[in-house]
């Protein structure tokens, strides 16, 4: 199991102590509830995720004593629910094809594009978070994702847990900002009542957490967490307060 105070653990397994300082800056800036740890060498990594199993682990290519790729098949081996994002700006992905399909492996070329590496954790973080038993999963979003289209069959229900999100609406060549979603609200709820499509596109506006609901799960999750039914008559009473605002006034 992943555990540590019940935060998101990430491993560096990079070898080099600036090159942890950036990446530890962009996760602790990006992420919240996180415990970021280093490894000095493959060995040094190995010996610290027996201890602790991360969530994440960022391994170099050049890391000395255990190759990244000696490494990488080793946390494989231990069947844990472990993202891997490998620091390469040349490795062949033929090395573990079936991982990269599936979103367990990733490869960063470039460890300078902060946004890339941004994608690349809330992948990884996403990964992590799946699970075919569980109801509900967490859902990270990079700035800038689209989490909802205008149009699309809603599927799921989401509560941000952190971050911050527009609805937004096309209308020819401009788009008409809609309103924003905040921490403790629900976003794609009118779907899920209506049992229309989705009336419009939202996107974040920065890291973002979600939980992340199937539609046909919501009432009996609902029924299970009062808290839960507390947020969604919160996020309605919002929406109906912004409606009646932009309603023209009757002569």
């Given at each position: ?81 472990v993202g891997i994002i490998i620091l390469s700006p040349d490795q062949e992905l033929e090395d573990f094809m ?18 890339l590496l941004i994608n690349q954790l809330s992948r990884s973080l996403n990964w992590v978070s799946h699970s ?120």
């Amino acid at each position: 199991m992943n555990t540590l105070e019940g935060k998101r653990v990430f491993l560096l397994a990079t070898g080099d102590d600036k090159l942890n300082a950036r990446i530890e800056g962009v996760i602790g800036a990006n992420f919240k509830n996180i415990s970021v740890y280093t490894a000095t060498d493959g060995l040094d990594a190995q010996f610290k995720i027996e201890n602790v199993i991360p969530h994440v682990v960022i391994i170099s290519s050049q890391i000395p004593k255990v190759s990244a790729v000696s490494l990488t098949r080793n946390i494989l081996d231990r069947k844990e629910r472990v993202g891997i994002i490998i620091l390469s700006p040349d490795q062949e992905l033929e090395d573990f094809m079936d991982e990269v399909v599936t979103g367990q492996v990733q490869y960063l070329a470039n460890i300078d594009n902060s946004n890339l590496l941004i994608n690349q954790l809330s992948r990884s973080l996403n990964w992590v978070s799946h699970s075919e038993e569980a109801i509900y999963r967490i859902k990270f979003l990079a700035p800038n994702e689209v989490l909802i289209k205008d149009g699309e069959e809603g599927r799921f229900v989401y509560i941000v847990r952190s971050g911050r999100m527009k609805a937004c609406k096309k209308q020819g060549d401009k788009e008409v900002l809609l309103g924003y979603i905040e921490p403790g609200e629900f976003v794609g709820e009118m779907a899920y009542i209506n049992g229309e499509l989705r009336s419009a596109d939202v996107i974040s506006l920065s890291t973002t957490e979600l939980i992340e609901i199937p539609s046909q799960s919501l009432d009996s999750i609902l029924f299970s967490k009062p808290s839960w039914s507390k947020a969604l008559m919160k996020t309605l009473s919002k929406r109906l307060k912004v409606s009646n605002l932009k309603q023209p006034a009757e002569n």
